[in-house]
Every structure is written in C-alpha cells, then in structure tokens.
C-alpha cells in the first residue's frame, strides 16, 4: 500500500509549478548534449539514466526509509502496471527518437515528435472530470506554431516517403509520451521514488542495447562532466518533477508551457554561440508566450467548454 495520502500530496498549483520546472530543465538538453555529441546514443543513454536511478535512491535515502530503512523497497514494489507504464514512457520515448533520427533528418523528426504537448492537452480531456477547454486548445496551437516555426529555420521540412519509418518513430515518440504523461494521474497514488526503479530499468535497457549494437567510447573529463549534468538535471531532477506534475498538476496548462522547452533549448544555443539569433526565432518565442499567456488566462464567463 503506497504511504502518499491526500494529505501529503501537493497542492495544484506547486505540482504544476514542478512541471516548469521540468520543462525549464529539459530547455537546457540540446546544449548539454553539444558535450556529449561524440558518445553513442545508447551509451548516453545507459549512463544517465543510471545517474538519474543513483539520485532517486540518494533522494530516498536522504528522507529515511523509516526504522527498517527499507523505503527504497517501498518506493520499487509498485504494480505491474506501474512498471510497465514508467519504463514504457522513459526507454519507449527515447529508443524510438534515437531510431527515428537515424532513419530521417532531425528537423523533420523533431517537428513530428514535438506533436506531444498537443496531444497531451487532447488526452487529458479524456480523464475523469477532464474537460477540453478553447484557450488549452488555442494555446497549445500557438505554441505547436512557434516550435514549428524555430525548427523550419535549421532546414528542409518537407517529407520524403524514403524516410517514413523514421516519421513513423517520431510519431510513436509523441504518442508515448503524451500517453504516458497523461495517464500518470491514474498512478497518482504511486510515490514519485518510484521513478528511479523506471529510470534504473531504462539505463539496464540502454546498456543492452549498447553492448549490442554499438562500440563503447570512453568518455574525456568534459564528456564525464556533460553525462553527469544530463543525469542530473534534464533527464535526472526533470523525471521526478514531471512525475509530481502530471499526478497532481494541470496537465492541459502543461501541454502547453512545454512549447517553451525548445525555444529556450534554442535560447541558451544563441547565448551559448552554438546558433545564432533570428527574426525567426524571436517571432517563435512571441508565438509561445502568446500561447502561455492564452492557456493561463483565467477562464472567461462566455468560454464553452
């Protein structure tokens, strides 16, 4: 029986607040990835996922386990379900983005893939008391327009049939993540330590993977250094913050503050003289802000459902 009870669950706002936080974490995943760029994928993958699995045990650790010190076990002994939803939505999402940028240009991939905050706002109409609001629509579209927009100025968008299984795997990336972001509040009563028993899972997985497929690099003290921010923050800190998000939080308004991940990612590039700022660019981040402030204005007496 999971310890979470309604009195200790966070408020609405603090847990939509976390996924931010989430989203504000995952901006800063292309530029950390730049240090990286030179392991394989599955490698990258294997290892920090593994550092996010060690800081979800130290997080678990550092509360106490209670007299036995057995609450790492408490966190793990989750429903079958549990497990198959966490390690579906963390290792699913990822092996099917790194298949579909090796089977078709990352433009494309990324403008398909990035369907998920949309999606997610759809979806969450479907949750008990789940309604689908105008301005989550709206906004989520203007966001969906900005992202569009960023990504249509690094290079060729149109679709090529030769590439389609790998448009097939971005679409999959955003069926899963959506889906397993919005089915997180059927969990709610799941503890979030659970999420690193999903991301020890996931790095298992990478590391299978790895060894088959791929040649083991060694990484340099920078490249250590690059796996041990990614471990930490966008795919360490950010998983345990979206999983308080999607259980407790507001997952229409979420779907489209997440329109904000890649432009900020793209943001912190320019600042960090990896991409130059544009026109283009600018008008994109108008276009998400617009969609934000759309999605968080409070609901007008004459909106329909």
Do not use: N
């Not at 939509?16 to 990258?44: E, F």
């Not at 981040?285 to 459902?305: D, I, K, M, N, Q």
């Amino acid at each position: 029986m999971s310890d979470t009870t309604s009195a200790t669950r966070p408020s609405r706002r603090a847990a939509t607040l976390a996924g931010v936080a989430a989203i504000g974490l995952w901006g800063s995943l292309a530029l950390l990835s730049t240090s990286v760029s030179r392991l394989p994928p599955l490698q990258v993958l294997a290892s920090t996922f593994a550092i996010a699995a060690l800081l979800g045990l130290a997080r678990v650790a550092r509360r106490g386990g209670g007299a036995r010190g057995d609450g790492a076990l408490r966190a793990l002994r989750q429903p079958l379900s549990g497990w198959l939803l966490g390690v579906g939505g963390l290792f699913g999402y990822h092996a099917l983005y790194f298949y579909a940028v090796s089977a078709a240009p990352p433009v494309q991939v990324s403008l398909i893939a990035y369907l998920w905050p949309l999606l997610i706002v759809l979806f969450s109409a479907a949750l008990p008391g789940g309604r689908l609001r105008r301005r989550h629509v709206a906004g989520a579209l203007l966001g969906l327009a900005g992202v569009w927009t960023v990504l249509a100025a690094a290079g060729d968008v149109g679709l090529r049939a030769a590439h389609a299984p790998g448009y097939l795997a971005a679409l999959g990336c955003a069926l899963v993540w959506s889906t397993y972001s919005v089915v997180q509040r059927r969990f709610a009563d799941v503890p979030a330590d659970a999420v690193a028993g999903s991301c020890a899972a996931t790095a298992a997985l990478g590391l299978a993977g790895h060894l088959a497929l791929e040649r083991t690099v060694v990484p340099s003290a920078g490249e250590a250094l690059g796996l041990l921010a990614l471990g930490l923050g966008p795919v360490g800190a950010a998983f345990f913050a979206w999983d308080l998000a999607t259980k407790h939080g507001d997952l229409p308004q979420l779907g489209v503050l997440s329109y904000g991940a890649p432009v900020l990612s793209t943001l912190l590039l320019c600042v960090a003289g990896r991409a130059e700022a544009s026109p283009r660019l600018l008008a994109a981040c108008a276009l998400v802000a617009a969609g934000g402030l759309v999605a968080t204005a409070p609901r007008g007496s004459g909106e329909a459902g």
